[in-house]
């Protein structure tokens, strides 16, 4: 009867008696859930124009992450280095699409699937052996980011905004928008979808599989970068980065792997679930329920909509 | 354009000529020594038995499938491999013996697919889909509507083609290949599976592109009533060999069609 009332009761009771801690942590997680949204977002755009599961892109974030700051420590200047850095995504991409996906066309999914693993690894060693392996500062300031906190009163009480946040959910947002429309209503954005849905139709009409990989990479590599940066500015920059990638498993199975909406609800709700479930819930458990609560978030959503809060209904005329 | 006296009239000068295609996957001879034509304007058919060879044909012409020997001379140009994608800029457009249409996307987006080639704003403003990019959408979206109108498929624009019958996704796909402008049109087996009604629309339509864009069209099936009907010249292929070229009229009292189609006594 006690933990019943424990775990059914009192949290929202707490939720109600103290609301500015309620907004201050949904405020949290929507920051948090706002970077797992671009990880998955650089999963789905890759998906979506190949069908190619990228385990890769949580190491792409990290490795463009220290592309930017190593640059910078060698004397570059803030925004020269995050041209060369976005120059460095696009070689990494017409790479990708040379070395790897070019070799291994008409393979089944899996092994272009395995062949992003073997991609993680050696972006791992690579970064590894130029740029080092320690811990690195993002250059936030450089980059002309804001920094500190916005005190607001609100709810009876006062709510604590980074700047930082503020700025990555806006940066997130435009990001999101425009990609959106771009895949949604633009010549390219159509290709990408072509290519996903009929290599042959595809190259029929003209397009160029080999060009859509690589824009497609690139994209990704962006996002990527955007990642790194917004994620770094709020912790470090190292390796430990890359297991974000696994944040947004949960995440893509929520909202879906072929849909840019969906990776950001998706990102969004597990964000604030995670948050809410670790500040209300977690005590009972003893706490640390944040790392695993997401997957079981997704594990429920995986029972009622395997095909994701707004992923392609899967048509099949018999 | 055609003069009302026979669809011969119509028939201008040579576009593509194979010579001597050869193509083999292993030790399998798809195609041997096999060389024709076909000229501006025509529609040209190219029939056979099952395995005689003839998609892969159209497979060499428009790059899926490059022949160990023969050489392809497209409007004066001879290629040694051309890609599918290059083989598209140049002007050929085809549609798939078994429908391959951009299934989640709607027969809308799938035409406008087809206009890839036709649209040229960079890569900057289509990102913003503003200024040059916006212009460009709604010019050929006109030129979409029209072949929408064209094909009498305006209802279901907004549908997802892997929702359609079967009938109409393979009038999508013609549309899609309509909207790339070909001066050379392959269509394999457009009528495949359909009831004689929709044959007839599809037969009508064929017809209809051949007029009034002037398309150069070549085409394989198998129903024999629909080519003799269709077809200004016929080749026919058996066993990758051309056993036969001509008009609809020689290819029918050609003794080794007739036993290609029926058999021979041994």
Sequence with gaps: ?318 | MRATGGREAAVGDVLLSAENVSLSFGGVKAVSDVSFDIRKGEIRAIIGPNGAGKTSMLNVINGFYHPQQGRITFKGETRANMRPHEAAYGGIARTFQNVALFRGMTALDNIMAGRTLKMHSSFFWQLLRYGPAMREEVEHRHRVEEIIDFLKIQEIRRVPVGRLPYGLQKRVELGRALAMEPELLLLDEPMAGMNLEEKEDMSRFVLDVNDHYGTTIALIEHDMGVVMDLSDRVVVLDHGIKIADGTPDEVKHNQMVIDAYLGVAH
Excluded at chain 1, 9 to 32: C, I, K, N, S, Y
Excluded at chain 1, 49 to 74: D, K, P, R, Y
Excluded at chain 1, 162 to 191: H, N, P
Excluded at chain 1, 212 to 233: D, P
């Design chain 1, 1 to 318: 009867m006690d933990l019943l009332y424990k775990i059914f009761l009192d949290p929202f009771v707490q939720m109600g008696t103290a609301p500015d801690l309620l907004v201050q942590t949904l405020w949290e997680g929507l920051v948090a859930g706002v970077l797992y949204s671009l990880i998955a977002l650089g999963f789905v755009l890759i998906f979506k124009a190949s069908g190619v599961f990228n385990f890769a892109q949580g190491i792409m974030v990290v490795f463009a992450a220290l592309t930017l700051v190593g640059l910078h420590e060698h004397g570059v200047p803030a925004f020269v280095a995050l041209a060369l850095t976005i120059g460095v995504m696009f070689c990494l991409a017409f790479a990708v699409e040379r070395l790897i996906l070019r070799p291994l066309v008409n393979q089944p999914d899996i092994i272009l699937f395995m062949a992003t693993f073997g991609l993680t690894y050696f972006l791992i060693g690579f970064g590894e052996l130029i740029f080092g392996g320690e811990t690195k500062v993002m250059i936030a300031d450089q980059l002309l980011l804001p920094r500190g906190a916005i005190d607001v009163k609100m709810a009876g009480g006062f709510v604590s905004l980074q700047k930082i946040d503020i700025a990555a959910a806006i940066i997130a947002s435009i990001m999101v928008a425009t990609l959106a429309i771009f895949f949604q209503r633009t010549r390219i954005g159509r290709a990408l979808r072509a290519v996903a849905d009929s290599h042959r139709a595809a190259l029929s009409v003209g397009i160029s599989l080999e060009q859509i990989w690589v824009i497609v990479w690139f994209a990704a590599g962006l996002v990527a970068l955007t990642t790194g940066i917004m994620w770094g500015a709020r912790s470090d920059v190292s390796f430990a980065l890359e297991v974000i990638a696994l944040k947004a498993l949960p995440v893509l199975i929520l909202g879906g792997l072929t849909s840019i909406p969906g990776a950001i609800v998706g990102g969004l709700i597990i964000g604030v679930g995670e948050k809410l479930g670790e500040f209300y819930w977690g005590p009972l458990m003893g706490s640390g329920i944040e790392s695993w609560f997401a997957y079981v978030i997704a594990l429920i959503f995986l029972l009622f909509r395997p095909q994701g809060l707004f992923g392609e209904r899967i048509i099949e005329r018999i």
